[in-house]
């Protein structure tokens, strides 16, 4: 069975910051997409490589309701792209979402439960489970987000050893 995700663009840019998006939507297993919004938030070539190259699914949010995207919006005030990855994972209840922001954590926590969440660096523990990578590049890819302003927590090497 194949789990799907959605990445919001602060993961989306963790990961191309670090050199690990490829890596990560190389994991067994695990189809990652984005939805319209965080893709042009993002207007990286390195994303539309990898929708083009069908590694990274783009999302249709034709048939997700634009009332409920109003009103997460205005209940959680997050950002359009967090927001869009909100209303995806409420409409497709399998859906896991991808995000390093803070407050996007804890709205999807509590509209989708914590078995819905991950972020990037989980991403890159998946990768070292899978053998994708070893603990050591994972670590060096964390500190790669975190030296290009990413907000993650601090975390040891031990995180990702497997």
Do not use: W
């Amino acid at each position: 069975m194949i789990e799907e995700g959605i990445l919001d663009a602060c993961s989306v840019i963790n990961c191309i910051n670090s050199d690990s998006l490829e890596v990560v939507l190389a994991i067994p297993g695990l189809s990652l997409g984005v939805g319209p919004i965080v893709r042009g938030e993002c207007g990286h070539d390195a994303l539309e490589a990898m929708i083009a190259s069908g590694r990274c699914r783009l999302l249709d949010d034709g048939a997700l309701p634009a009332a409920r995207f109003l009103a997460l919006l205005a209940q959680y005030g997050l950002g359009d792209g967090e927001t869009e990855c909100l209303v995806f994972g409420e409409a497709q209840q399998s859906l896991i979402v991808v995000t390093d922001d803070l407050a996007a954590r804890r709205a999807v926590v509590n509209l989708l439960g914590d078995n819905r969440l991950t972020g990037s660096l989980g991403l890159l523990r998946r990768a070292v489970e899978s053998g994708l990578i070893d603990g050591a590049e994972a670590m060096r890819s964390y500190e790669r987000m975190k030296e290009s302003g990413g907000f993650l927590p601090e975390i040891s090497d031990k995180f990702f050893a497997v």
